[in-house]
């Protein structure tokens, strides 16, 4: 059966799995769970859409009877059983971190005896510069980089 393609995918998330081209359909019947892991799917013309994409960003929505695409985003994980995007605090916090410490290594200068600013000027900049270190603290629960509160540099 010329351009027939069998994806197996997932048997309980559906995530894209592996792709056979011009395959036996009698060995893979359409919907029947293999080996214990894999449901297979058939289609006649998926192939082009993955080649740019990456197979395995792929899943076979039942619902909708069609393969829908999982765009990567910053900062969060899909969760392919409940289909949904998850915030990834780790990769989160670290992005917070370093920006938080090019923002003090961009601040060093105001600490340095020398540096020409009176007495008032320096004590708010070093409470800037002690809220730029909790930030990662204060802004624990946030869900994304763009919710982040950032002190607010001294004039």
């Known amino acids: 059966m010329a351009g027939l393609?069998?994806?197996?995918?997932?048997k309980d998330t559906y995530q894209a799995q592996q792709l056979i081209i011009d395959p036996h359909p009698e060995l893979y019947p359409e919907n029947t769970v293999i080996d214990d892991k894999f449901r297979a799917i058939h289609?006649?013309?998926?192939?082009?859409?993955?080649?740019?994409?990456?197979?395995?960003?792929?899943?076979?929505?039942?619902?909708?009877?069609?393969?829908k695409y999982v765009e990567p985003r910053k900062f969060e994980q899909f969760n392919w059983a409940t289909?949904?995007?998850?915030?990834?605090?780790?990769?989160?916090?670290?992005?917070?971190?370093?920006?938080?410490?090019?923002?003090?290594?961009?601040?060093?200068?105001t600490q340095l005896a020398d540096n020409g600013l009176t007495t008032e000027k320096r004590a708010e900049w070093t409470t800037y510069r002690q809220a730029l270190r909790d930030a990662p603290s204060t802004n624990a629960s946030v869900?994304?980089?763009?919710?982040?509160?950032?002190?607010?540099?001294?004039?």
């Open 5 to 10: 393609y069998v994806i197996l995918v997932d």
């Open 43 to 67: 289609d006649t013309g998926c192939v082009n859409f993955w080649t740019d994409t990456g197979f395995d960003r792929w899943y076979w929505c039942t619902t909708d009877s069609e393969w």
């Open 83 to 109: 289909k949904e995007y998850e915030t990834n605090q780790v990769d989160l916090q670290q992005v917070i971190r370093h920006q938080r410490n090019s923002m003090l290594y961009a601040s060093d200068w």
């Open 143 to 155: 869900a994304n980089f763009s919710s982040v509160v950032w002190p607010t540099e001294p004039t």
